[in-house]
T-cell receptor
Framework: NAGVTQTPKFQVLKTGQSMTLQCAQD?????MSWYRQDPGMGLRLIHY???????DQGEVPNGYNVSRSTTEDFPLRLLSAAPSQTSVYFC?????????????FGSGTQLSVL | GQNIDQPTEMTATEGAIVQINCTYQ??????LFWYQQHAGEAPTFLSY??LDGLEEKGRFSSFLSRSKGYSYLLLKELQMKDSASYLC??????????WGAGTKLIIKP
């Protein structure tokens, strides 16, 4: 099993450009999420999904869109990139939202917005 | 507000024991997680506690006291490969994860 596959690994954008970060999992997980990780801060939830066709906002959703057309895929779209979106992004999935459900993370995307 | 506190950085010696503390203030509690994150890599699951007490898993143990809002991760027989950041996270009443900023553990020979 590949687990959670996230692409690209690195990306440089200019302010105002748009892009999509891809995330796919092959574990048949219902729950998928996107986080950003910034120095000195805990992981912050951007958007999440509890199943195909269902998405919801996390702590820091502004400037990002998501969709969940299939169980496997959960892409994150940056609509108009800003320097404040420079960060490391992680996609993560779990079997459910229950208390003991652990997250499986993708390998991360280092995004720089100039 | 919800808050998770961990030390920013700790240093320990190869072969020794280290304890990484985590204190939390959250709206409700549905479990506490520890994840390990090597530099440039993704976090990986280490442990889960929902009841008070100690959970042991090989060289790693995790302790929880819900009344004190406190947990620790105990690493024994430290190896160089244990150099990493250790993230504490709590699931609140809505089953949302609240994350600490992580503790960077440096192991010296």
């Amino acid at each position: 099993n590949a687990g959670v596959t996230q692409t690209p690994k690195f990306q440089v954008l200019k302010t105002g450009q748009s892009m999509t970060l891809q995330c796919a999992q092959d574990m048949n997980h219902e729950y998928m999420s996107w986080y950003r990780q910034d120095p000195g801060m805990g992981l912050r939830l951007i958007h999440y999904s509890v199943g195909a066709g269902i998405t919801d906002q996390g702590e820091v959703p502004n400037g990002y869109n998501v969709s969940r057309s299939t169980t496997e895929d959960f892409p994150l779209r940056l609509l108009s990139a800003a320097p404040s979106q420079t960060s490391v992004y992680f996609c993560a999935s779990s079997a459910g939202e229950g208390g003991n459900e652990k997250l499986f993370f993708g390998s991360g995307t280092q995004l720089s917005v100039l | 507000g919800q808050n998770i506190d961990q030390p920013t950085e700790m240093t320990a010696t190869e072969g020794a024991i280290v304890q990484i503390n985590c204190t939390y203030q959250t709206s409700g509690f549905n479990g506490l997680f520890w994840y390990q994150q090597h530099a440039g890599e993704a976090p990986t699951f280490l442990s889960y506690n929902v009841l008070d007490g100690l959970e042991e898993k090989g060289r790693f143990s995790s302790f929880l006291s819900r009344s004190k809002g406190y947990s620790y991760l105990l690493l024994k027989e430290l190896q160089m490969k244990d150099s990493a950041s250790y993230l504490c996270a709590v699931k609140d009443s809505n089953y949302q994860l609240i994350w600490g900023a992580g503790t960077k553990l440096i192991i010296k020979p």
